[in-house]
């Protein structure tokens, strides 16, 4: 369980094709985000929950199966991108942000980028799938970015992001046709699957 709220961003230093087990292999520079980490140990990289399979001088190694590839975009990384970081929320400490699961619904592309002096608005055009999930004003992780939604236009939604967050998270450094992972609000998500079921 996270919250959405980015510890900071970390440095991919691989990422390569497993010949046993797992699909892929995903080696991050943690620096001090890996203080008092432990192998087992959960991590969301961009939003995407996985588990700490080693740890070595700074470095963490995640093992990623064919549906996380599938489904994220982190099957697109490449050595020295750098990806946002959070460690699972520990019991009774503050939520800050909204529940994030770490479980990855799907991709979306940006298509818009608005620059102001105060704030930035990002729209991101959803898979289709998630269109049905997503909440005017609701709760959205764009990267493991716990945001708000500020507008949807069919299958398009935007968000609004402070200088801070800019700074603090990939989302400062990405463009247009940019692929981001999305999970959708929980709440939303058991909505939609109880009134479809």
Known sequence: ??????????????ISKIRNGADTLLRVQLGRL?????????????GACLTVSRLSKGDA??????????????????PNDRVNIERSLKVGERLEGHFVLGHVDGTGMIKDIIEKPTETTIWIKLDKALTK??????????????????????????I??????????????????DRVNIET?????YVTHNLSS
């Open 1 to 14: 369980m996270f919250t959405g709220i980015i510890e900071g961003t970390a440095k991919v230093k691989s």
């Open 34 to 46: 890996g203080r008092g980490l432990r192998i087992g140990d959960s991590v969301s990289i961009s």
């Open 61 to 78: 190694e995640f093992q990623m199966v064919a549906e996380t590839v599938r489904r994220t975009s982190l099957g697109s990384l490449r």
């Open 133 to 158: 999930s997503v909440v005017p004003k609701g709760s959205i992780a764009v990267d493991g970015v716990s945001l708000t939604l500020v507008d949807i236009d069919g299958d398009s939604v935007s």
């Open 160 to 177: 609004s992001l402070i200088p801070h967050t800019l700074k603090m998270t990939t989302l400062g450094a990405r463009s247009k046709g």
């Open 185 to 189: 609000d929980i709440l939303g998500k």
